[in-house]
């Protein structure tokens, strides 16, 4: 009898894998891994807990302080550029001050309370 081609993929064992089918799934692996690390999220630091994350570097990239203020960069460059969130040019490069993002949150629950 002859085998189905291709065998299922419950048939096929890690030694019978093409080299190519091996390093697809490294690189999959290796994206994976990328898109963990840069989207790791901000954890806050309250009272005596340390702050990981982007949250614990003083200045921020507008991807960075998007992803901590969960929205999208379209959303934060018009408040930047409007000067509601203070930030500062290095070289090419736009850095928002974290300290900045938290005064930033502070004046707008207190708007939305006081409303």
């Given at each position: 009898?002859?085998?189905n081609f291709p065998p299922?993929?419950?048939d096929i064992t890690t030694k019978q894998r093409t080299r190519h089918e091996r390093h697809w799934q490294q690189g999959q692996t290796?994206?994976?891994?990328r898109k963990a690390s840069s989207c790791s999220e901000a954890v806050v630091a309250v009272g005596n807990v340390e702050a990981?994350?982007?949250?614990?570097?003083l200045l921020v990239s507008p991807q960075e302080?998007?992803?901590?203020?969960s929205v999208d960069r379209s959303t934060l460059y018009p408040l930047l550029m409007s000067g509601e969130i203070p930030s500062i040019k290095i070289g090419r490069s736009r850095r928002i001050p974290v300290s900045a993002l938290e005064q930033w949150i502070e004046n707008e629950l207190n708007?939305?309370?006081?409303a």
């Open positions: 009898m002859a085998k299922d993929p419950i290796r994206i994976s891994q990981s994350g982007p949250a614990s570097k302080a998007a992803e901590m203020l708007q939305q309370l006081a």
